[in-house]
């Protein structure tokens, strides 16, 4: 099984182009948009820092598991998304999908986890932004929206 995760993973990799980095207005701009609380902003920037470096593409893994984790929010494949077949799992929604430049899956699948599980879900948030020092977001956020 992971054999056959693993060549998805390369073939989409061959199949996509340069890396989408996310700027952090883009992302509060989006969070935003997506409904995402104000006292939030903070810790998602943090989190999304920690687990991709704003980078919309990243997959890592396997974890100890076997599973995955894809995307911005690093969503893992063993609960939340389906890697094969069709969407499906906590998020109904396709690993693939995760990993897009149109972040708008990224960002409902992150709303089920937290609503689900808190931001204690991510182990890089909980290591890097948990009662630590916040990101500034000394931006005025009315930024484009340029993900799709």
């Not at 099984?1 to 061959?14: D, E, G, K, R, T």
């Not at 990993?99 to 890089?124: E, F, K, M, R, W």
């Amino acid at each position: 099984m992971s054999q056959i995760i693993f060549i998805c993973i390369i073939l989409y990799m061959a199949t996509t182009g340069l890396t989408r980095t996310v700027s952090k207005c883009e992302l509060v701009y989006e969070l935003r948009r997506h409904g995402f609380p104000e006292y939030q902003m903070r810790d998602l920037v943090c989190l999304v820092r920690a687990e991709s470096m704003f980078e919309t593409d990243v997959i890592d893994g396997p974890n100890y598991d076997g599973s995955y984790d894809w995307g911005l929010f690093q969503i893992n494949d063993r609960f939340w998304c389906n890697p094969i077949g069709a969407p499906g799992k906590g998020c109904n929604v396709h690993c693939n999908d995760l990993v897009s430049d149109n972040i708008t899956a990224t960002l409902n699948c992150a709303i089920t986890i937290i609503n689900h599980q808190g931001l204690d879900a991510s182990p890089g948030w909980v290591k890097n932004c948990k009662g630590k020092w916040q990101p500034d977001l000394n931006c005025d956020c009315n930024c484009t929206n340029t993900f799709y």
